[in-house]
């Protein structure tokens, strides 16, 4: 069964300590792992796509990279501005856009 | 431009009332998606329409009722609601619902409609 599991569930970090978010993913014929950010009461904003196994995307302090079973969200020298909800989601041969449960990050001043 | 806008913000709505959603779009999208949002809880999908035809439903019940009048406008009608459908309302558009191509299967969202049945 297709699945995606984003870890940690939540992450406080000081401003400037970087650290690195996991969407460790079980999926057959994957067109397309997405990274959202959401901030509370927002609708998610799109951030990168990754489709294959390798490939790495930057902007700003964010930077995600894709292996065959896993995608991280590496923030650098994060800024309390950064502070949202990061979801990653994957699309499959079933068409449907499916979301992990979320990373919660905190960035504190 | 990747605005997808959506109205009203918030909908308070008693459970016999009958209200509607708006979502617009003006990219040139052809496929258009409703998804609904607890708290502290990812999106779950609720609807697609490719094309202006309905593709998917999640099973969702019956006192939710989508229409997409034309390529631009999503609507979601409520009827008979529950306090359990109080939630966010998320809608999005795609260029398409699937694609060989990444970037075309990239849903944009809306800001959402903050819903609430009493």
């Known amino acids: 069964e297709d699945q995606v599991t984003q870890s940690p569930e939540a992450l406080r970090l000081q401003e400037g300590e970087s650290s690195s978010l996991n969407c460790s993913y079980t999926?057959?014929?994957?067109?397309?792992l997405f990274w959202y950010r959401q901030d509370p009461g927002k609708g998610p904003e799109f951030l990168f796509t990754?489709?294959?196994a390798g490939e790495e995307k930057e902007k700003e302090r964010l930077k995600a990279t894709l292996t065959k079973k896993e995608s991280f969200l590496h923030i650098t020298a994060p800024k309390p501005e950064d502070s949202a909800t990061y979801l990653c989601?994957?699309?499959?041969?079933?068409?449907?856009?499916?979301f992990g449960g979320g990373t919660r990050v905190l960035v504190k001043p | 431009d990747t605005e997808v806008t959506q109205t009203p913000k918030h909908l308070v709505m008693g459970m016999t009332n009958k209200k509607s959603l708006k979502c617009e779009q003006h990219?040139?999208?052809?496929?258009m998606y409703w998804y609904k949002q607890k708290a502290k809880k990812p999106p779950e999908l609720m609807f697609v329409?490719?094309?202006?035809?309905?593709?998917i439903n999640e099973s969702v019940p019956s006192r939710f009722s989508p229409e997409c009048p034309n390529s631009s406008l999503l609507n979601l009608h409520l009827h008979a609601l529950q306090p359990e459908d109080s939630a966010l309302y998320l809608c999005?558009?795609?260029?398409?619902?699937?694609?060989?191509?990444?970037?075309?299967?990239?849903?944009?969202f809306g800001a959402g409609t903050r819903l609430s049945v009493l």
């Open positions: 999005a558009s795609s260029q398409e619902e699937t694609s060989g191509s990444p970037t075309k299967n990239i849903q944009y």
């Open positions: 990219m040139g999208h052809r496929a």
């Open positions: 329409y490719s094309y202006e035809k309905l593709s």
């Open positions: 999926v057959s014929g994957l067109r397309g």
């Open positions: 990754l489709y294959s």
């Open positions: 989601a994957y699309k499959a041969a079933g068409n449907k856009l499916t």
